[in-house]
């Protein structure tokens, strides 16, 4: 798989941990960051897989962002993409090349608080100024909107009296580095089927 980061990178740390402990049956081939200080593309260096900055600069409109992003993920045997803290939308092209086979984690339960500018420490502070008992997360198919695409897993997590949005977003963040190798291993084992906007798990226990 290719994976998508802009940020600190822990579910690409996630992800290839489940790797080494044979939770994944997957390769990392490439990681790919349009923020060039992004810690996800250090972790990708220090671990031997190769680490790409793109420059939004370079590659101004989504769609000559994504025509080179095709082109580094032919060049290195790319089938399946994750996103992993990626903060651009992915260009029509790019679904299309990738059908099916882009997935995204979002800290929330969709579609409730998602969406463009629904990152970070946003996403748990709106939970809680609505007053939330429960949050959680979601793993989903990507389409050409902002964590719209149909869903693939997801996972409550209780909110406490006591919470703060950084509190909230690390019992999240707990959930998240569990449940998104999960279901990569779920595409890994070609037991997802896709109608429409559901999403079916075979062999379920
Ligand atoms: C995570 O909360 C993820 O759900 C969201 O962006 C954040 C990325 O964190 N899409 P990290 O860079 O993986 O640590």
């Known amino acids: 798989m290719g994976v998508l980061a802009s940020g600190r990178g822990s579910n690409l740390r996630a992800i290839v ?6 939770r994944l049956n997957a390769q990392v081939r490439v990681v790919v960051s349009n923020k060039a200080q992004a810690g996800a593309l250090d972790f990708a260096r220090q671990r031997g897989v190769p680490a790409i900055f793109l420059s939004p600069e370079e590659y101004p409109s989504p769609e000559t962002f994504d025509q080179k992003l095709l082109q580094v993920f032919e060049a290195h045997g790319v089938d399946f993409v994750a996103l992993a ?4 939308l992915i260009s029509p092209a790019m ?11 979002h800290p929330a339960l969709l579609p409730s608080f998602g969406g463009k500018g ?3 420490l946003r996403v748990h502070e709106a939970v ?25 897993l997801q996972r409550c997590v209780e909110v406490r009296d006591d919470d703060t949005p950084e509190t909230l977003a690390e019992r999240v963040l707990r959930i998240e580095h ?19 906007r559901r999403v079916f798990i075979e062999n379920r226990r």
Do not use: S, W
């Open 17 to 22: 941990e489940a790797i080494d402990q044979g």
């Open 85 to 88: 803290g990626y903060l651009k």
């Open 95 to 105: 679904i299309a090349r990738y059908r099916n086979r882009i997935v995204n984690i």
């Open 118 to 120: 629904m990152y970070g």
């Open 128 to 152: 809680l100024d609505y007053g939330c008992k429960v949050t959680g997360v979601t793993v989903h198919i990507v389409d050409e909107q902002y964590d719209h695409g149909p869903v693939v």
């Open 178 to 196: 569990q449940i998104y190798a999960e279901a990569l291993q779920l595409f890994a084992e070609g037991r997802v089927k896709v109608v429409g």
